[in-house]
């Protein structure tokens, strides 16, 4: 049966096994692609843009404005890849682990038709570490999808070819960046690399390269389908498409649900997330993972979208809202949230390697109660130090939104922390 | 002479490998997690013999070992267990669970059991944050714990 209202997750099953290659075929599996080789690339990239697909991972780049980056370059001798990001490390995101246990030849197809636009020879799965059951179910469909006809030579009677290779990380936050993500692949250490030059020009190996998130990707083969303005109604507030919600902390229902794209922050947190656990009240939100400001209580009616949340002051990033609760000290959380950004760290621009071990001690020393005046003010400064533009990548900043929306929000409990000489929550 | 440490198996595996890939030097952390799935962990020697067969620096070598989170550079027991201690964990209690495991295996981070059945040692986040608080067992994860669940778990690995 098909929900139309959920292209995402409609045929993933509940039982832990993910759709074998007979059974997404059975619910019109790689017919887009079949599809999709009969057009010229031009036009499917255009199709992408006009369906307004924009980045799942947390960015928000069209991503038919991304693939129309590769030059239409008539140097065939030039290999160009096409890599998917399943390296999803965003503390509080869990949302692609579904689509590639749940759907693993979703995502395969999707990559296909994206690496037909940019006419792409190789392409890669990029998977983090721990997600070992995705890695049964990518290997298994990878194997499946080149013994149909789908990966290989002359794809489904086509004049496309293309190989696909499964890359297993071994566990760093900074291989989502795209760059670093490259240099990973590499056999590198996963430092970003300067823009420019971009990937599409010189990318993997020097040659153009596109990297695309899962969620991403796993929208291509329905809007191949179901075309542009099908997709682009979907949404709530017309950015296109649904959108993977999670949500985890002291909330009734803990989850994941695929709704339409601007759907309200109240919605999710109370309909679908079932509101706040019995004895705990809302004190704040990131509302798409760790790097992501907070928002507060007046901010709850907030449509989920790019533009909306990013009016509001944060950014919509993956969408898996993490709750914070009453119960639990926004100084700790934030504190337990640079930590990580300071390990993870690559340590190769010197504002980031250096203020972010700076900003996770200082708000230890909070935590222990061995704050001081002046702290509040060195929080401060840090924000602007990593601020965008003054690192060689979005980490810092990025660890820095949640540090300085909770300073405007929950700056009395800095105080607390300070006059009290303790944590006020322990 | 400094016995090898890699096999004739572990080269094959490698060699075969890096002709997948443009230059030599890329199969560098394919080649780390093989000899760290051989020998549960890339010693110094391992590392000495992996640069000779890349043609790469061990100090190159190791610079790549290192940045990564999960390339063991000391010795790791049997069942390694990766507490996430990332926000959602956190928020979660993952601390308890944290000093449970400590005082009931007797070591910190970082350090391993006698007889090598167990070492401890911290994640960033595992994603599986709406069943928080999670732990990694080896290849397993264990979801939705408490303190309870605990001892079972880890009785199930010898």
Not at chain 1, 383 to 411: I, V
Not at chain 2, 98 to 114: D, F, M, P, Q
Not at chain 2, 131 to 145: C, K, T, Y
Request: hydrophobic residues 35%; contains cysteine.
């Amino acid at each position: 049966m098909n929900n139309m209202d959920k292209p995402l997750t409609q045929h993933i099953k509940n039982d832990g096994t993910w759709l074998t290659l007979r059974e997404y075929e059975k619910v019109g599996g790689y017919q887009a692609l079949k599809k999709a080789l009969q057009s010229e690339p031009k036009d499917i990239i255009k199709m992408v843009k006009d369906a307004g697909l924009k980045g799942r991972g947390g960015a928000g780049f069209s991503t038919g404005t991304k693939w129309g980056l590769i030059h239409e370059d008539p140097d065939t001798s030039i290999t160009r890849y096409f890599v998917a990001n399943a390296d999803e490390m965003e503390p509080g995101s869990f949302k692609d682990r579904f689509l590639l246990e749940g759907n693993p030849h979703q995502l395969i197809e999707g990559l296909i038709i994206g690496a037909y636009a940019i006419q792409a020879s190789f392409s890669y799965i990029f998977l983090r570490w721990a997600y070992h059951h995705a890695g049964k179910a990518i290997t298994q469909s990878i194997q499946e999808a080149y013994a149909a006809g789908y990966l290989g030579k002359n794809i489904a009677g086509s004049n496309f070819s293309l190989e696909l290779s499964l890359h297993i990380s071994v566990g760093r936050y900074m291989c989502g960046e795209e760059t670093a993500l490259l240099n990973a692949l590499e056999g590198k250490r996963a430092n970003p690399r300067a823009k420019p030059p971009y990937p599409s020009d010189s990318g993997l190996f020097g040659k153009p390269t596109i990297v695309n998130n899962v969620e991403t990707l796993c929208n291509v083969p329905n809007i191949i389908m179901n075309g542009a303005d099908w997709f682009v109604k979907l949404s709530k507030t017309g950015e296109g498409g649904t959108k993977l919600y999670g949500a985890s902390g002291r909330v009734k229902k803990p989850g994941l649900w695929e709704l339409p794209l601007g759907t309200s922050l109240r919605e999710l947190l109370e309909v679908h997330a079932g509101g706040m656990s019995d004895g705990y009240r809302f004190k704040g939100v990131l509302p798409g993972g760790g790097s992501t400001d907070f928002l507060v209580e007046e901010h709850l009616d907030v449509a989920m979208d790019y533009a909306s949340v990013m009016k509001i002051g944060s950014r919509l990033g993956t969408g898996t809202i993490i709750v914070l609760d009453d119960k639990t000290c926004p100084v700790g959380m934030v504190h337990n949230l640079e930590k990580f950004f300071a390990h993870e760290s690559c340590g190769w621009c010197t504002p980031c390697r250096e203020g972010l071990p700076w900003t996770a001690k200082i708000l230890n020393s909070l935590e222990q109660g061995n704050g001081k005046k002046d702290d509040i003010n060195i929080l401060t400064f840090q924000t602007h130090y990593m601020a965008p533009g003054n690192t060689f990548c979005a980490l810092a900043p990025g660890a820095m939104e949640p540090l300085q929306s909770a300073l405007k929000y929950f700056k009395e409990d800095f105080e607390n922390h300070i006059d009290q000489h303790k944590c006020p929550w322990k | 002479m400094t016995e090898k440490i890699l096999t004739t198996e572990d080269i094959a595996e490698i060699e075969k490998l890096y002709q997948h890939f443009p230059i030599k030097s890329a199969a560098c952390i394919e080649g780390l997690k093989i000899i760290q799935k051989n020998h549960r962990w890339v010693s110094d020697q391992a590392v000495k013999e992996l640069a000779e067969l890349l043609s790469m620096s061990p100090a190159a070598i190791d610079s790549v070992a290192t940045y990564y989170n999960l390339i063991f550079r000391r010795p790791v027991g049997r069942n390694v267990i990766l507490v996430c201690d990332s926000v959602s964990c956190w928020i979660m209690g993952c601390e308890k669970i944290l000093e449970r495991l400590k005082s009931k295996l007797g070591i910190a981070y970082g350090e391993t059991t006698i007889e090598d059945r167990f070492t401890l040692l911290s994640v960033s986040c595992l994603g599986t944050c709406d069943h928080a608080p999670a732990i990694m067992i080896n290849e397993d994860l264990h979801r939705d714990l408490t303190v309870d669940k605990l001892d079972e778990i880890l009785d199930s690995y010898k």
